[in-house]
């Protein structure tokens, strides 16, 4: 690919070869693969419902349409309560499990606590050995009672071993211990040590683990789809999943009466109206990572649990 | 052990700081694993989990009569495993060196944003775009190529639609992680080789390869432990469930779903969870082990 080159002055970074924009090309044509499908959903939202009934999806359609868009807010509130479920989840579960986290990462990290050494195994047994989908639904519906409780939609991913490696990994590598005993001789207490100099160096790291967090709250549809019954609870993806359901029992049952059909009005889910619910569940995090990409490599780094 | 309580005490802060994600653990991974026990029980949901009457190996002799369902499965969750393993790990890795060798930094940057964006979009939303790609009279596969094909229910195409859905989704976030490690690589190493004459090539060979092992090591390691687990999602959700293809795409974990939701077979279905329970816990030990004879820094226990 690049030629040899025995001078000093240029180094690896400044090269512009051939081979540099047939790289160049090939990341561009991976980007393609890999954003395209994302754009035709966009596209298919905005596309008029009989071209895409006619010519199927396209990228470049020669009717456009606002109907969709219009089908889905018809939803009013149904979508309205889904997003309000969806962000209280999120919110509230991302925000307490990091709490929880680094506190506990803080804790296992004193050197001189000697329990640590047993929590430590304790939040990592769960990564090797766990009961299972099944063992899960048994129990938390027959032993607990909390079928149709939110609190299955939070608690199940409040906390993950791999989470609390991260931030304990942080803790152990990027703050300094001194800080923390200065803190201390300086005669402040366990909790405001932890509260006003551990946690705001923990930035970068709650910024990484975070965002992980609430896209996997965000996108969580299994939890949903299991547990919650009631209407009024669902969040964004069991109403995509809904959706789907919905168009399927259209599509398998041609007995359903015309007139029935005609009933549902603009809430018949077709092709352009579920590309506009898709685009409204997913478009929230497609704006707000940007904002989170730097903190991705600098705050996710693994360590040892003992460190 | 007095000393043990008296330093217990001392730090009674940190004990109490740990608390909460002790009883979360507590409640939501640890009580659960007792659930396990099913697999020795006729359930019953309204004696509950303890209350149900034992059976002894009831369950497996079910599980053995049944035993083309489970092999199939297991199979299947095999099969995809070490496909999306060895060629998700290959990309990423190819991903990350082609981003981190090229010059056009602005350029790359901008691009890498946009590979990761699939990550982020669940797969309840996933299914409406491979729908898009493949559904029979709307697709664009069929349109383009002006084919026919009913794709929802040709099992043979799956193997590759959702190795191709799962590179999609994955690849870009995956090569984050190994780009992290060639930014760490000391740029003197590549201007030594440069002036001892080696070529682009020679010095991703011998430079920029053996400083990704490590951590190829970790990840490899990581999910030998989850073999037995597969991104429920990916063939619950994008092959919409569809029973035709269950013969290519079901895996153990969407076969739990399904019998979770058509509440049957819980016999089996307890059986089988064991299996792959203690299975995982089997591999993640010696998964562990391994690193740690090869690699001890980076061993997670």
């Excluded at chain 1, 304790?122 to 009961?131: A, C, E, K, W």
């Excluded at chain 1, 029935?260 to 352009?272: D, E, L, V, W």
Aim: glycine share 6%; charged share 15%; aromatic share 14%.
């Amino acid at each position: 690919m690049a030629k040899k080159d025995m001078d000093l002055a240029p180094s690896r970074r400044e090269k512009k070869g051939l081979g540099q924009f047939i790289l160049l090309f090939c990341l561009f044509l991976y980007t393609l693969f890999a954003f395209v499908p994302v754009l035709l959903t966009f596209i298919a939202a905005f596309t008029d419902e009989k071209y895409i009934a006619k010519n199927g999806f396209t990228l470049f359609p020669k009717e456009w349409s606002m109907n969709g868009v219009n089908a889905v807010l018809r939803y009013g509130n149904r979508l309205l309560t889904s997003y309000g479920i969806t962000i209280f989840v999120t919110v509230f579960g991302t925000f307490a499990g990091l709490l929880i986290m680094s506190m506990f990462a803080y804790s296992i990290s004193r050197p001189d606590f000697r329990l640590s050494k047993f929590l430590s195994i304790y939040v990592l047994i769960p990564m090797l050995f766990n009961g299972g989908q099944l063992s899960g639904y048994i129990v938390f519906t027959s032993m607990y009672h909390l079928k149709d409780s939110l609190w299955l939609l939070i608690l199940p991913l409040m906390v993950s071993t791999m989470n609390v490696i991260i931030l304990r990994t942080y803790i152990a590598n990027s703050i300094p211990g001194e800080l923390m005993e200065a803190a201390k001789i300086d005669g402040a207490g366990e909790y405001r040590t932890f509260f006003q100099i551990t946690l705001p160096l923990l930035k970068p790291s709650l910024a990484a683990v975070g965002f992980m967090m609430a896209t996997a709250y965000w996108n969580d549809w299994q939890n949903a789809l299991l547990y919650i019954t009631t209407d009024t609870k669902k969040p964004l993806q069991l109403l995509l999943i809904n959706i789907q359901k919905s168009i399927e029992f259209l599509l398998n049952n041609s007995n359903v009466p015309a007139s029935a059909k005609a009933a549902m009005g603009g809430t018949i889910p077709q092709y352009s109206s579920t590309m506009a619910t898709v685009i409204i569940v997913i478009g929230p995090i497609m704006v707000a990572y940007p904002f989170f990409q730097k903190y991705f490599v600098k705050g996710l780094t693994v360590g040892s649990v003992k460190g | 052990m007095k000393d043990f309580f008296r330093n217990t005490w001392k730090h009674r802060a940190h004990v109490v700081m740990a608390l909460p994600v002790f009883l979360v653990l507590f409640f939501i991974m640890y009580v659960p694993m007792t659930g396990l026990i099913m697999a020795f029980k006729k359930f019953d949901f309204k004696l509950g989990l303890y209350g149900s009457p034992w059976n002894g190996l009831e369950n497996f002799k079910i599980l053995m009569a049944s035993k083309a369902t489970f092999i199939q499965m297991t199979e299947n969750t095999l099969l995809y495993y070490v496909i999306f393993t060895a060629l998700g790990t290959l990309l990423n890795v190819v991903l990350a060196i082609a981003i981190d060798q090229c010059v056009f930094k602005k350029c790359a940057k901008t691009m890498q944003t946009l590979m990761i964006i699939p990550v982020f979009i669940s797969y309840a939303a996933v299914q409406f775009i491979v729908y898009a790609f493949i559904s029979t009279d709307t697709g664009i596969l069929n349109k383009t190529f002006g084919m026919t094909t009913r794709f929802y229910s040709t099992a043979s195409v799956w193997p590759i639609l959702l190795t191709i859905v799962k590179i999609w989704k994955d690849t870009g976030y995956g090569s984050v992680l190994y780009m992290s490690v060639l930014a760490g690589i000391d740029s003197e190493l590549y201007e030594a080789a440069d002036i001892d004459g080696a070529n682009k090539w020679q010095s991703i060979w011998h430079i920029t390869l053996p400083s990704l092992v490590p951590m190829v090591t970790v990840m490899l390691l990581l999910s030998v432990g989850s073999v037995m687990k597969s991104d429920t999602g990916l063939f619950y959700q994008v092959t919409r469930n569809s029973g035709i293809l269950y013969e290519k795409t079901q895996v153990i974990d969407s076969y739990i779903l399904n019998a979770i939701f058509k509440n049957s077979n819980f016999g089996f279905t307890a059986a089988t969870s064991l299996f792959q329970s203690v299975v995982g816990l089997l591999l993640m030990l010696f998964a562990n082990g391994m690193v740690r004879k090869i690699e001890p820094e980076n061993a997670l226990f």
